[in-house]
């Protein structure tokens, strides 16, 4: 998603959800014979075929598969970034397909935080505006918004970097302060597509111990991923991607 996207992607009130109570909440998610299909011309790439797949609130799933076996496009779908073609998909119980983009925006930025592989920071605004973007949404003044920020920023051992710009951090750092950001409002599930690929040893353990930790705290956390640090992590649900389909991984 390019920064633009992501700016677009705030201009929706808290009023746009009427979905504000989680308690009974049954699946994080839920994908019932989910396709994504991508049309090239006369071509019909299949990224995405018949996935089934429940979630429940705080589990810890990862998703390896070969590059092109649909993991990305997965992400989206489950992070309504992307619509699928054909199937059902759930997010904390709601429907997210059949609502319009300026619903599945709003519902985006409450319940699912997103951190890429390459960080996605927005990169005119420093280490705490960039957590404190997708805040805005509160309509709280800017100092609480800044408060709230550099608390998170502490939890990823970043506010001494806080008014930083992302060129100016190292590509460890960078990722922190999108796992700060992706948590900014709190969301029950975080969605991260190769985290750790772009770090080295200790940057990527880092990384590592932070998705572990949001999971303690009772979030779902879904990681795409190679990473066999990831992959080893005792109580994870392990699944494979291969050719767009789906299966657990034993
Ligand atoms: N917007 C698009 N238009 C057409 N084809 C696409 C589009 N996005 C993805 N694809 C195709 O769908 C398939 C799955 O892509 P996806 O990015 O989900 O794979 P991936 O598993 O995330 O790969 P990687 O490990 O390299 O990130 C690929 O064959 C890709 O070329
Ligand atoms: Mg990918």
Sequence with gaps: MADDDYLDAVDYTRDDLDVEDFEDVKHAVRLQDV?????LGKKEIGAVIGVNLTIDAGEFVVISGK????KTTLLNIIGAIDLATQGRVFVMDVPINDYDESFRSSFRLNNTGFI???YNLVSTLTAIE?????MQLYEKKQSELR???????????????????PWQLSSGEQQRIAIARATANDPPIILADEPTANLDGDSGQMIRDLLIELNKQGKAVIVMSHDE????????QHYKMELGVLTRHV
């Excluded at 396709?35 to 049309?39: D, G, I, P, V």
């Excluded at 408060?147 to 710009?165: F, I, N, P, S, Y």
């Design 116 to 118: 890429f592989q390459s």
């Design 130 to 134: 960039n957590v404190m973007f997708p």
């Design 229 to 236: 640090r990831i992959l080893n992590q005792p109580d994870i």
């Design 35 to 39: 396709h994504r299909t991508f049309k």
């Design 67 to 70: 590059s092109g076996s649909g």
């Design 147 to 165: 408060e709230e920020a550099m608390k998170l920023l502490e939890g990823v051992e970043m506010d001494h970097r806080a008014d930083h710009l």
